[in-house]
């Protein structure tokens, strides 16, 4: 083995694994201009679909970044959910649930269909385009870590060669079984492992037997399989999935011949031609990282959390993981935030990958408490609401914050996503969405005199009704359906502040006696400088 000799490389972030959450992480730094390497040991981005429904708030953070479109453009509409029946060759489909994104009403993005394969493409092409450096054929060996930086050693994938990067943070994205976290020493909690499956590729014609139907996700009783399919109308491929079951042979050849057998009594066609791509056995569980920190090194996707496809939310977790970790670096770098930032990432998005989880889990069991949209949209930051409480007096409600609120009833309290809220502004419609992401915004009445002072670090965007009049002439965006007072709890001297990451992290109904040092005390603590009231 060779050791590659010269200065050590330096970077700032350097991100393990570069599949679908280490390429965001790259996307979501390199796009507040903290240089960042991805390392990966595959030779290239995934070759198999793997994830499929990009959730309406991981698209609002693909739009942020500026490839909303492409992911519409790469993926499918839909319908959003399975149908049952015993073959495809059956008269009618029956439908389980509610196939219509309800998300559309509350959010500017609604979900999407995008295979894996086909999106990390695309967050590749876009975090090189920021600057972001991406390595494959690399693989992680070793950490050290000490008080101002971690040392990661790295080897090419045929350990003929070796070298060290040194960082001042690492993000371990590297999967289910995750070296990193292994190498730390952090444990998991949850149900723990819950069975083998094959995920098998094919192609087949299997417009005679759908006849024009819209069979986008499909159990199959009589195979035993969920059907699936991939890639978008243009380039349509199949997925099958079947359990990996005792006395089935696992050998590539022998899924591949069952995957065969199977599409056939799928399709209720013993004669149909396949071609099988790839038929591949992994292992489902629900496992969730003790800790999702341990000093300068942060768990992000399935390193910090593993769980089953249902619902389509792991993919998904990850890519917010990601967002929510990738300002606080950003921040803290820049020497705009304390260090005590960081340590907020567990803080929250522990608590909400335990949430997805057991949401995860009752729908596996057909009895989920809550709705597609509100594990979307409506979880909550619970440590946030106690940390920056409502700028009222009174401070936070009483009683342990849930930790998911119903998006379509939008409290507007600490902690949660900021509401989407049309607005016209110039001429052009956009979302209160469309205002979060390069720092701190404050949003406030048009007609509001208490929040004409500058705060450093803030920015004031007013909201006016529709019609109204703005004192003073100063640009405001318009409230087109008049609704944003409702959905963000406050008044005509209200305000809430809004983190970069899209959610609220101090709010005040008015703008009562002491209102601006309230917010001022805010802004800081949101920073991880001191506390706030």
């Not at 849930?402 to 996503?417: D, I, K, Q, Y």
Request: aromatic share 6%; glycine share 12%.
């Amino acid at each position: 083995m060779r050791v590659r000799q010269g200065p050590e490389q330096q970077v700032r972030v350097l991100v393990v694994g570069g599949s679908l959450s280490g390429l965001s992480a790259a996307l979501f730094l390199a796009a507040r201009g903290v240089e960042c390497l991805v390392v990966e040991q595959r030779p290239g981005t995934s070759a198999h679909p793997r994830a499929r429904l990009v959730t309406a708030r991981s698209m609002e953070l693909f739009r942020s970044v500026g490839i909303e479109e492409q992911v519409r453009e790469a993926g499918d509409p839909g319908p959003i959910g399975f149908v049952v029946v015993d073959t495809l060759a059956d008269e009618h489909y029956v439908p389980t649930g509610n196939h219509d994104d309800e998300t559309l009403g509350i959010s500017p993005t609604g979900m999407r269909l995008c295979d894996q394969q086909r999106l990390e493409p695309l967050l590749l092409s876009r975090a090189r385009e920021l600057g972001a450096e991406i390595r494959f054929g690399t693989r992680f060996e070793g950490l050290e870590q000490d008080a101002d930086g971690v040392t990661a050693t790295l080897g090419s994938v045929d350990g003929e060669e070796r070298w060290t990067v040194r960082c001042d943070y690492l993000l371990a994205a590297d999967g289910i079984r995750s070296p990193v976290r292994e190498a730390l020493g952090i444990g998991r909690h949850g149900p723990g492992p819950l069975g083998r499956s094959v995920s098998a590729i094919f192609d087949a014609d299997l417009d005679p037997v759908i006849r024009g139907r819209r069979a986008m996700a499909v159990i199959v009783r009589r195979a035993g399989a969920f059907l699936f399919a991939r890639g978008n109308s243009e380039a349509r491929k199949w997925q099958l999935g079947f359990p990996l079951s005792d006395g089935i042979d696992a050998s590539p050849e022998g899924l591949r011949e069952r995957t065969r057998e199977l599409a056939r009594v799928a399709a209720d066609d013993p004669d149909l031609e396949i071609t099988v791509h790839s038929a591949m056995a992994w292992e489902s569980a629900a496992l969730v990282a003790d800790r999702f920190r341990d000093g300068r090194v942060f768990l992000v996707g399935d390193s910090a959390h593993a769980m089953p496809p249902a619902g389509g939310f792991g993919g998904n977790t990850g890519v917010q993981d990601a967002h929510n970790l990738a300002w606080k670096l950003a921040a803290v770098l820049d020497g705009s935030a304390g260090g005590a930032l960081l340590d907020t990432y567990d803080a929250e998005r522990r608590p909400v990958a335990d949430f997805t989880v057991r949401e995860t889990m009752a729908r596996i069991g057909q009895s989920s408490a809550e709705t597609r949209a509100t594990v979307q949209l409506g979880y909550r930051y619970p440590s946030l609401a106690e940390e920056v409480p409502d700028g009222d007096a009174g401070g936070a409600a009483k009683g342990e914050p849930p930790v998911a609120e119903n998006p379509f009833e939008p409290s507007g309290r600490p902690g949660t996503r900021a509401p989407h809220v049309v607005l016209e502004h110039e001429g052009r419609r956009i979302s209160t969405l469309d205002l979060f992401g390069e720092g701190f915004v404050l949003l406030a009445d048009a007609g509001a005199t208490t929040w004409r002072t500058e705060v450093p670090g803030v920015a004031l965007r007013r909201i006016s009704g529709p019609g109204e009049r703005v004192p003073g002439g100063d640009p405001a965006y318009v409230d087109v359906d008049g609704i944003f007072r409702t959905a963000y709890g406050v008044g005509p001297d209200g305000a809430a502040l809004i983190r970069p990451d899209g959610f609220i992290g101090w709010r005040t109904a008015d703008g009562s006696a002491g209102a601006l040092d309230r917010l001022r005390s805010a802004a800081l603590a949101l920073r991880g400088h001191g506390s706030a009231g």
